[in-house]
């Protein structure tokens, strides 16, 4: 690539810490655009936001796809696959066609069984119909772990699923994380905590980090 590629997020959004991890793990260097999500309303509300991505969501990720050519993705998993697709190496899905399965139930439960539930726009409006969000992102962590747990044990491997890091790692750590800011049990999932420790002691993974990016605050 003769551009380096740029990725819009925030140093908190597990979506972000999720595409973060990968690009580390394909020794992909990349530019950091940050993108406030609670500052000034939001920057994702922005108008020029907007035209980048209608979701007015993170990640972004702007990437040089064939010489002189940039292109624009969104949704985190999305990109996900194309940073598989298009530098294979490291591989993060197995060669197995049912191990690849697994790796992706894994994502799904992370991606559409936890993560929206404890998404701002969903606490936003938790809050404002008087529900406790607190506990119901929690209530949403465990779950979803609880989950993951018992894939993880039945998988019996160093990671998730398996031997070799894989998806499933790339959103487990980012999950594992924000389910600490709900103050989940995360004595429930011991078989997790050591796959998580595994991942962090691995420098790609620990410069991910949302406390090592340039816009983290205390």
């Known amino acids: ?3 380096k ?3 819009y997020g925030y140093w908190r959004s597990s979506s972000s810490y999720r595409v973060r991890i990968a690009l580390a793990l394909k ?4 530019e950091t655009v940050p993108i406030h999500l ?3 309303g939001g920057q994702q509300h922005a108008a020029e936001w907007k035209v980048k991505n209608p979701m007015e969501q993170v990640p972004l990720l702007e990437i040089e796809h064939e010489p002189g050519h940039v292109v624009s993705l969104t949704q985190s998993v999305a990109i996900l696959e194309y940073l598989e697709e298009r530098f ?3 591989p993060l899905l197995p060669k197995c066609a049912y191990l690849r399965a697994r790796v992706r139930k894994v994502v799904e439960i992370v991606n559409s069984a936890i993560q929206p539930m404890q998404n701002l726009s969903m606490l936003r409006t938790l809050r404002e119909l008087g529900a406790d969000a607190q506990a119901f992102g929690r209530a949403a962590n465990e779950r979803g772990l609880a989950a993951i747990e018992a894939e ?5 491997g160093r990671f998730t699923i398996g031997d070799e890091v894989t998806l499933a790692d790339v959103l487990l750590v980012p999950q594992l994380f924000s389910a600490r800011r709900f103050s989940a049990d995360m004595s429930r999932f011991p078989r997790l905590g050591e796959i998580e420790a595994r991942l962090l002691a691995m420098p790609e993974v620990a410069a991910a980090h949302p406390d ?3 816009d983290a605050e205390p």
């Open 212 to 214: 090592k990016q340039p």
């Open 27 to 30: 020794h992909l260097e990349y």
């Open 38 to 40: 609670v500052k000034d």
């Open 1 to 3: 690539m003769n551009t």
């Open 88 to 90: 294979p190496e490291p």
């Open 5 to 7: 590629p740029k990725l």
């Open 152 to 156: 993880a044990v039945d998988a019996g």
